[in-house]
T-cell receptor, first 119, second 107 residues
């Protein structure tokens, strides 16, 4: 099946610093990628939809200036957590839809997730 | 996206079929039913999806009622490695996750 890869898989940073997480589709081109956040013992929460070559669409309540999303190519989307604070500590997961099936009905493939810990 | 309702937890004996129910009574005509599962601290894994016909693949079967208001995911021979949180999603272009069902497969 299609593969989506994230890097880094885990990161520890100091409060106030910025952290970039990369999401790559390894064997297909993805015009749309999605970013999720998951806190312990909770479900995944959709943060934003990343569109190649255009601005991301953020879900209600997600600060676009806090979580910068860039989707500069068809195989790479990045999420930057700016001025990170301990409450931003979470499991961040990206996903991409394979274009080999209908754009709105095909399955999403998920990355392995990136665990961020802000001290 | 239509709201989905799943039992918070289920148990199943190893080797037996696991039947996971999902209610999606407000599903619209163009929304598909997707099933994913998540093993602790990993990204979700795609299982199966369908619109109105029953579907089967190497992992599972999906049974969708005729009125499309509910569905059942069937793992025909559950193994210990099938222990995970299973998410049922009724969605169009975006996938938003509910709370899911924690399936525990017991030896």
């Amino acid at each position: 099946g299609a593969v989506v890869s994230q890097h880094p898989s885990w990161v520890i940073c100091k409060s106030g610093t910025s952290v970039k997480i990369e999401c790559r589709s390894l064997d297909f081109q993805a015009t749309t990628m999605f970013w999720y956040r998951q806190f312990p013992k909770q479900s995944l929460m959709l943060m934003a939809t990343s569109n190649e070559g255009s601005k991301a669409t953020y879900e209600q309540g997600v600060e676009k200036d806090k979580f910068l999303i860039n989707h500069a190519s068809l195989t790479l989307s990045t999420l930057t957590v700016t001025s990170a604070h301990p409450e931003d500590s979470s499991f961040y997961i990206c996903s991409a839809r394979s274009p080999r099936v209908n754009a709105n009905t095909g399955e999403l493939f998920f990355g392995e997730g990136s665990r961020l810990t802000v001290l | 996206d239509a709201k989905t309702t799943q039992p918070p937890s289920m148990d199943c004996a190893e080797g037996r079929a696991a039947n996971l129910p999902c209610n999606h009574s407000t599903i619209s005509g163009n929304e598909y039913v997707y099933w994913y599962r998540q093993i602790h601290s990993q990204g979700p894994q795609y299982i199966i999806h369908g619109l109105k016909n029953n579907e089967t693949n190497e992992m599972a079967s999906l049974i969708i009622t005729e009125d499309r208001k509910s569905s059942t995911l069937i793992l025909p021979h559950a193994t210990l490695r099938d222990t995970a949180v299973y998410y049922c999603i009724a969605s169009g272009s975006r996938l938003t996750f509910g709370e899911g069902t924690q399936l525990t497969v017991n030896p």
